[in-house]
């Protein structure tokens, strides 16, 4: 699917901002932050400020065609949604390559939360190591 295509299915304008946010995504192998990201677009569209880029990410996040994942580091990484639905990632902490995960451990953990009189309303789940290439 095109970039236009995805954006329009979600019903979003097609700017050449979401464009070149998209495309910059689309072509990296790794997850990025909000600042790598703003780089990378600003080669692609001159001029384009931070807070345009920070808006679109949030837009996007909430139509779900981007991921959010949050850094052990801090700040928030993001990538392109590949799976629909419930997913966790795994990053590596070199090359920073991402990859989702179907397995959620959080059904197991709200039986034993319940127990203890404890209620959770939502939960962040990544796994931090090295891949194979940058283990070598």
Do not use: W
């Not at 990025?32 to 880029?53: C, K, Y």
């Not at 990632?89 to 991402?98: D, N, P």
């Amino acid at each position: 699917m095109s970039i236009d295509e995805m954006l329009r299915q979600k019903k979003l304008k097609v700017t050449p901002q979401r464009k070149a946010i998209l495309t910059v995504l689309e072509k990296s192998e790794s997850v990025l932050s909000a600042q790598e990201l703003f780089r990378e677009v600003l080669e692609l569209l001159p001029g384009t400020n931070f807070s345009t880029i920070y808006r679109n990410l949030d837009m996007l996040i909430s139509k779900g065609i981007l991921c959010r994942i949050h850094r052990e580091s801090g700040g928030d990484l993001y990538e392109i949604r590949r799976k629909e639905g419930h997913h966790h990632h795994v990053v590596c902490k070199s090359c920073g390559a991402s990859f989702a995960l179907d397995f959620c451990p959080m059904e197991e953990l709200r039986r034993e939360l319940q127990k203890q009189g404890f209620t959770p309303t939502e939960h962040r789940f990544e796994i931090y190591g090295y891949c194979d290439k940058c283990r070598k």
